[in-house]
């Protein structure tokens, strides 16, 4: 305890080198006073001129190697995240939290392909905590949107049961509904859009491609033409089908595919 209180005075004083030599040799030491792990993570990565001779001090503690990726994610430290994490990943045997939480950051950073990839190599176990469980829902949910997989929606809902009702979540729920033309997030989506006028700016061309996907001429026409009616630029090839009582083409870039063809892609 005495040595956690000085190299909390050396940092005050702005000594971050003596700050961080004392808190090298605390871990040295694998007192009992390290059981506040967190506590200690916070003294550790404040030595911010010295963060990367901290991170190697660190032992192959899974936890406390998460623990350290979220304090540096929150700082945005992105090479320190991913190096506790990819850490993390190799330490952990299986990986099973570890890739959890590095799939989540990878989503994070948009680097989907990676993402994909780690998340497909994830091992529930039988009685996972509720917390992971959301994170693998919100992982899983989130490739799905990206890659249009489908029955996405299904996870979106899952979330929304199971892990608290978030307007997030509902809209995603709707976005991968309205991909594969189900009929009754078609009515709440257009229910919503009575409610909230503004939101058609983000509704009406995936409701032309739910109608499109039923053969539903009416429907489809009726968002081009709203979307014409409020300056959103509808496609002239969308105009004139509707001009002429005809479907709208649909849009490829939401043609829905399945996990198993991602796999096959990306490979």
């Known amino acids: 305890e005495a040595q956690r209180l000085l190299a909390r005075w050396y940092r005050r004083l702005g000594s971050y080198n003596d700050a961080c030599r004392v808190w090298q040799r605390v871990w040295s030491l694998e007192t009992a006073i390290l059981a506040n792990k967190r506590d ?13 001779m901290v991170l190697t001090t660190l032992p192959d503690d899974v936890e406390l190697l998460l623990e350290a990726a979220r304090l540096l994610n929150a700082q945005q430290q992105h090479q320190a995240t991913r190096f506790c994490l990819e850490r993390a ?27 994909w990839t780690l998340h497909r190599t994830v091992s529930m176990p039988q009685s996972p905590t509720s917390a992971e469980h959301c994170s693998y829902l919100k992982n899983k949910g989130d490739l799905g949107l990206q890659f249009n997989i489908v029955q996405t929606g299904t996870v979106y809902k ?35 859009i009575k409610a909230h006028p503004e939101s058609i700016g983000q509704f009406w061309e995936l409701l032309v491609q739910a109608h499109t996907l039923n053969q539903n001429v ?38 829905l595919t399945t996990p198993e063809e991602v796999d096959q892609r990306l490979q």
């Not at 959103?232 to 939401?254: G, T």
């Open 89 to 115: 990943y190799e330490v952990e045997k299986p990986p099973y939290k570890s890739a959890l939480q590095l799939t989540r950051w990878l989503i994070e950073q948009k680097n989907w392909t990676r993402a």
């Open 40 to 52: 200690w993570m916070k003294e550790g990565l404040a030595c911010d001129p010295n963060l990367w």
């Open 158 to 192: 899952e979330l929304n049961s199971r892990c608290g009702t978030k307007a997030y979540w509902t809209n995603r729920q709707w976005i991968s509904g309205l991909k594969e033309g189900q009929t009754e997030v078609i009515q709440s989506v257009e229910h919503h």
């Open 218 to 255: 009416d429907g489809a026409c009726h968002w081009v033409e709203q979307a014409f009616h409020n300056d959103l630029s509808p496609e002239n090839d969308a105009l004139q089908a509707c001009s002429q009582k005809h479907l709208p083409l649909l849009k490829s870039k939401w043609g």
